[in-house]
């Protein structure tokens, strides 16, 4: 499976992206996809996840609100919808998919997920 991560750019404050993640197998065979972002001199950190059996999707503290992440089955595509964006937004960001089912408590860290993206930057700036 692979996933390629677009979208990523320079936006002003409070202004909006929208990343798109293409899974080459289909979004379909991968039960949870989910984002996460590596600011820079930081760890990697989770952003939001979405289920194909579980509908809610969950999002960090930091982001819920004005983050929204999407799952098309039918383009075999996951977005995530970024808005009122903020400095500490800056980061490299990746999408990531896990085949198997997983405790919704688990959805926030990485070393569950089966496969992971290239990144794509966003970075946030006046």
């Known amino acids: 499976v692979q996933l390629q991560a677009s979208g990523g750019g320079l936006v002003r404050p409070g202004g909006s992206l929208r990343l798109s993640c293409a899974v080459s197998?289909?979004?379909?065979?991968?039960?949870?996809m989910g984002w996460f972002r590596q600011p820079p001199g930081k760890e990697r950190e989770f952003v939001a996840a979405?289920?194909?059996?579980?509908?809610?999707?969950v999002y960090a503290d930091s982001v819920r609100g004005r983050f929204t992440i999407s799952r098309d089955n039918a383009q075999n595509t996951v977005y995530l919808q970024m808005m009122s964006l903020k400095p500490e937004d800056t980061a490299v960001y990746f999408c990531?998919?896990?085949?198997?089912?997983?405790?919704?408590?688990?959805?926030?860290?990485?070393?569950?997920?089966?496969?992971w993206g290239q990144g794509t930057q966003v970075t946030v700036s006046s």
């Open positions: 197998e289909g979004t379909f065979s991968n039960d949870l």
């Open positions: 979405k289920s194909r059996t579980h509908g809610i999707p």
């Open positions: 990531s998919a896990r085949r198997g089912r997983l405790v919704r408590s688990s959805w926030y860290e990485p070393q569950h997920y089966d496969y």
